[in-house]
């Protein structure tokens, strides 16, 4: 029997990027990684000087204490290191290791492993209107969204690791 959500876009969508998530996943684990924790240490490695625990959390548009339990499990891996930054000792700078820029080169290759493995399915020209029309659908629901209410399903990072 055929799903009733096979002719919805959305129905679709949702499938894709659980798939999506899931081959990735498959890649990160090869690796030693969670899904997630990939994101953390490329965003670290677009700031030399680290970052806040805040700024982390609201650049992967997750809650603290999400951003926290990933950079507790990376740092366990010595891929990070945390420094406080302020006199009280609240305020904690996270920056990659040369051990976590080593793991960015491993992270690298597996995204352009399932990227290649999506660009197969497609010629040049159907992946640049998928591109394009998945552009349209992020910007149209965007419109109706605050950025700052929600975590756009990235919240539960390695929930289920334990």
């Known amino acids: ?27 990160l684990d090869e690796i030693g990684l969670f899904p997630g924790q990939e994101q953390a240490l490329q965003v670290l490695a677009e ?8 700024e982390l959390s609201r650049t992967l548009r997750v809650r603290p204490p999400t951003a926290s339990k990933t950079i507790a499990r990376l740092s366990a891996q ?52 998928l591109r394009k029309s998945l552009r349209r659908i992020t910007k149209q629901l965007g419109e109706h969204i605050n950025p700052d209410d929600v975590t756009n399903g990235l919240d539960d990072e390695g929930d289920d690791e334990d």
């Open 1 to 27: 029997m055929k799903h009733p959500g096979r002719k919805s876009i959305g129905f679709q969508l949702v499938l894709a990027a659980r798939l999506h998530r899931t081959r990735m996943a498959m890649l």
């Open 47 to 54: 700031h030399e000087n680290g970052m806040t625990m805040g």
């Open 78 to 129: 010595k891929l990070v290191g945390r420094e406080g930054n302020s006199p009280d000792g609240r305020v904690v700078r996270v920056g990659l290791t040369e051990l976590g820029r080593e793991k960015l080169e491993r992270i690298g290759i597996a995204t352009d492993q399932l990227e290649a493995e999506l660009n197969d399915l497609f010629d040049s020209k159907d992946a640049k209107r």
